[in-house]
């Protein structure tokens, strides 16, 4: 590989002084003669000088990129929330660098760490680790942190959340509303807050209903491939039939888990929403791409890409040095995955 062209190369071809090519680099007042300015900038663009941004930053204390940790890009619901927060970032001058910690605490925290040594100042991350020593680390490096969908149980953070355990009531509700008695709940590993919230919340509607519930979990071998929760959801839906619970309605953790259902029951010839109603958890666009299109909980994924991006832009700005913590509120959207017992599938499409 072509060794990379720095300033003490361009000062030896120059025969002048590294300190008076990084004056003329960076276009500083210090006076130059204009033929040496000439001759050191056509230099630097023979050579295809490229200026080492990092270290004017840490020479100036200034950083204008920002690093964001997502536990999969593969879900288009983190790929929303990521363009959310690229666009805002644009707007106002600034770089991202995104990782993909693929559903795997210690690559989280390596990525962190990776992070940590590039000197970002600030980090948008959907923590799986939860590891509050690492965060307590990065606050008391001045490194400014903002904690979304998942959350964190550390000190100084500020934190976007989401009111899991309302949405996970208001799905349950909504298909014992349309009749259903046997609801069954889908999901992959329990391993983050967000997915054992959602739980709780179809517990609580279950019990008040008088309902027995019914939970079939993914496994390790169920999540064969922890980027793909279409797979995921064929896995439980089999899960599901093998076990002979003749349940009416079918709840996911996630949408694309339901998309998976869905698919796994018509290869089956089994009819949805006719013969098993599927309610889904997110509101991803794809969900009303598909047949039936997608009842479903929306989260506001992509506002809250851009409501963490501002907030943490004017924190590292030093316009909001406050810690905060934002509860976003689920919406039910009615589509026609979900048939009422007796009736007809839900039509309104909104």
Do not use: W
């Not at 349309?178 to 279950?206: C, N, V, W």
């Not at 851009?306 to 832009?313: R, S």
């Not at 509860?327 to 009615?334: F, R």
């Amino acid at each position: 590989m072509k060794k990379k062209v720095t300033i003490h190369d361009i000062a030896r071809m120059a025969n002048v002084s590294a300190a008076t090519v990084s004056r003329v680099l960076s276009n500083s007042d210090y006076p130059v003669s204009q033929s040496l300015r000439e001759k050191i900038l056509k230099i630097a663009a023979e050579t295809n000088y490229v200026p080492n941004l990092l270290g004017k930053q840490l020479k100036k204390n200034t950083s204008t990129t920002i690093g964001v940790v997502v536990p999969s890009i593969v879900n288009p619901f983190y790929s929303s929330v990521i363009l959310g927060i690229e666009q805002t970032a644009r707007q106002r001058k600034y770089t991202v660098i995104t990782c993909n910690s693929m559903h795997d605490p210690e690559l989280e925290s390596e990525y962190i760490r990776m992070l940590m040594e590039k000197q970002v100042k600030g980090l948008i991350i959907a923590s799986i680790a939860n590891d509050g020593g690492m965060f307590k680390q990065l606050a008391d490096m001045g490194i400014h942190v903002i904690a979304i969908d998942q959350r964190v149980d550390a000190e100084g953070i500020s934190k976007i959340d989401f009111d899991f355990v309302k949405g996970g009531q208001m799905a349950t509700r909504h298909l014992i509303d349309k009749g259903h008695r046997r609801i069954a709940y889908l999901t992959a590993r329990m391993d983050r807050p967000s997915r054992r919230s959602i739980f709780r919340g179809y517990q609580e509607a279950m019990k008040e209903a008088g309902l027995e519930p019914i939970l079939v979990e993914a496994n390790a071998d169920d999540d064969h491939n922890p980027l793909s929760d279409f797979d995921t959801g064929r896995a439980l839906a089999r899960k599901l039939l093998a076990a002979k619970v003749q349940a009416t309605a079918v709840f996911t953790c996630n949408d694309m888990l339901a998309i998976g259902v869905i698919n796994e029951l018509s290869s089956r010839n089994i009819r949805v929403p006719e013969e098993i109603s599927v309610m889904g958890f997110d509101g991803i666009d794809v969900g009303q791409m598909i047949h039936p299109p997608l009842t479903t909980i929306k989260q506001p994924d992509y506002e809250m890409g851009k409501m963490a991006c501002t907030m943490l832009l004017n924190m590292m700005n030093n316009e909001n040095n406050h810690q905060f913590e934002i509860i976003l509120q689920p919406k039910l959207i009615e589509r026609q995955s979900v048939v009422s017992r007796g009736g007809h599938s839900e039509t309104s499409g909104r």
